[in-house]
């Protein structure tokens, strides 16, 4: 919480709030959540206008003065895409980068050159997991829909059978690991350690995917037993060059920052002394900002060049990579500002205080309110913003272990039950040509394990660790 947060409640609250401060809070939660809801279902107003709204009815519904819950909005909004910003950036170019120098297509040839039919299935998750670290869910969607197509068709599988572990490894990668926009607010709202978050991550993620991806897909392709729809298949960027990365570079690329982050973490664990200069060395080498940025310049070495990239082309791939980002930017500023009008209303202080007289132990809470944001709103980047800020005075008094499963807790419940809110969930229906009941039997119900697994291993390491 900034500074500026903590006067203003200082200043407006000054004794503990009453039974019924908190009916009124708690009313006041859910008409800003009722009113965000309405605008993106109902009259499909645009994310960013519906937080911005909501953030305000919340306030005027709390009883704060108008002005003050302007100041809370815009704080939060500057704060949170200060802090993710330059990194949603970053990832962004980088994901164009890998999409245009056809870096991801070497990765996802190379693996299914070496798979056959059984794993077949294995092998998709795996390439789905490899490209959805450094890309956004619709940007890998959209990047590994030719390769599904191409593999149903080729090899004459059950759609559902290629394409459900192609999207359970995107989904998870999205939900559970920086520097997806997520996990990185929610990182950021409850001060998680982003190295330690990051290894629990990749530690939660591995059962989870193997669960909703290639088991579930079994069952899946029995359900909805459709073949890939009998569309044109978009050209590959490969298709266009002359010549292409390798695919031991391209790898190196993309794991550099995951590398380096982890580095980070290790060091800290086995040093523990920030005065050491080893240690020092690593908080900066493994800081999300210089990882990644390392990451775009070694890319544009190992990726672009070998492509055929020259200067000014370069420049461009970087200009395109950065415009699509502006409305997730806003999203998730806006998502930040309603963050904050939360915590400066009181209501992080009112779970708080409620939470003391449950027996819900603070992870399942979590993962609780982050599935009832994202059934209502249809968002898992909003869930996880509204949660973490709902949830982030409960990791005051936890360990870095814990305040990185209490994020992890929130982007699994995040992801619960996608439904016709979403616009994942039409993303899918299109792309593989399925009816609502198919998207629903098949994706909805991915998302489902997806989100129950994640929340039952992080709840189970929190017994461990």
């Known amino acids: 919480m900034t500074r500026l947060s903590v006067e203003m409640l200082a200043a407006d609250a000054p004794e503990p709030i009453t039974s019924a401060g908190h009916a009124q809070l708690g009313i006041a939660v859910l008409a800003g959540i009722a009113v965000i809801v309405l605008l993106i279902t109902k009259f499909k107003l645009h994310a960013f206008l519906s937080l911005t709204i909501g953030s305000l009815a919340l306030g005027a519904f709390a009883g704060a003065p108008l002005d003050k819950t302007i100041t809370s909005f815009t704080t939060g909004l500057g704060s949170t895409v200060a802090g993710v ?16 120098s056809g870096g991801a297509d070497q990765i996802v040839d190379t693996i299914l050159a070496k798979a056959n039919g059984r794993t077949m299935p294995w092998a998709m998750v795996l390439i789905a997991s490899v490209i959805g670290l450094p890309l956004f869910f619709e940007v890998g969607v959209v990047l590994l829909i030719p390769v599904v197509l191409m593999v149903a068709k080729r090899g004459n ?20 690991v920086p520097p997806h926009p997520g996990p990185l607010v929610a990182i950021d709202a409850v001060q998680a350690n982003l190295g330690v978050t ?3 991550g990749v530690l939660v993620a591995i059962p989870t995917v193997i669960i909703a991806g290639p088991l579930f897909s079994r069952y899946a392709a029995r359900w909805v037993d459709v073949p890939a729809p009998d569309r044109m298949v978009p050209q590959r960027a490969s298709e266009e060059l002359e010549r292409t990365p390798g695919f031991g570079a391209t790898l190196a690329t993309i794991l550099l920052p995951v590398v380096l982050m982890l580095s980070k973490a290790l060091v800290d664990i086995v040093i523990d002394d920030p005065t050491h200069s080893v240690q020092r060395a690593f908080d900066v080498i493994g800081s999300p900002l210089i990882a990644l940025l390392a990451a775009v310049l070694v890319g544009i070495f190992t990726l672009l060049r070998p492509a055929g990239f020259g200067k000014e082309r370069v420049s461009q791939l970087v200009e395109k990579g950065l415009a699509p980002i502006a409305g997730i930017l806003l999203i ?39 599935v009832a944001i994202r059934l209502a709103t249809g968002s898992a980047t909003v869930a996880t913003i509204s949660a973490a800020g709902l949830v982030a005075p409960l990791a005051a008094d936890m360990s870095t272990t814990h305040t990185a499963l209490l994020v992890l807790a929130i982007g699994a419940g995040s992801l619960f039950f996608s439904h016709v809110n979403d616009a994942g969930f039409w993303l899918v229906k299109e792309y593989f040509g399925l009816t609502v009941g198919q998207t629903l039997k098949t994706w909805s119900v991915m998302e489902t394990i997806i989100s129950v697994v994640a929340g039952a291993v992080v709840l189970l390491l929190s017994l461990i660790i």
Not at 86 to 96: E, N, P, T
Not at 341 to 370: C, F, K, N, R
Request: proline letters at 3%; zero cysteines.
């Open 85 to 100: 910003g330059v990194l949603i950036a970053l990832g962004a170019i980088l994901g164009k980068m890998l999409a245009d």
């Open 157 to 176: 599988y059950s759609l559902m059978r290629i394409g459900i572990p192609a999207l359970a490894g995107l989904s998870v990668m999205h939900g559970l």
């Open 198 to 200: 990051l290894a629990l």
């Open 332 to 370: 998730v500023g806006a998502g930040g500002g309603f963050k904050q009008t939360l915590i400066d209303s009181g209501v992080g202080q009112m779970i708080l205080d409620i939470s003391e007289d449950w027996s819900i132990p603070a992870l399942l809470l979590a993962w609780l309110i982050a």
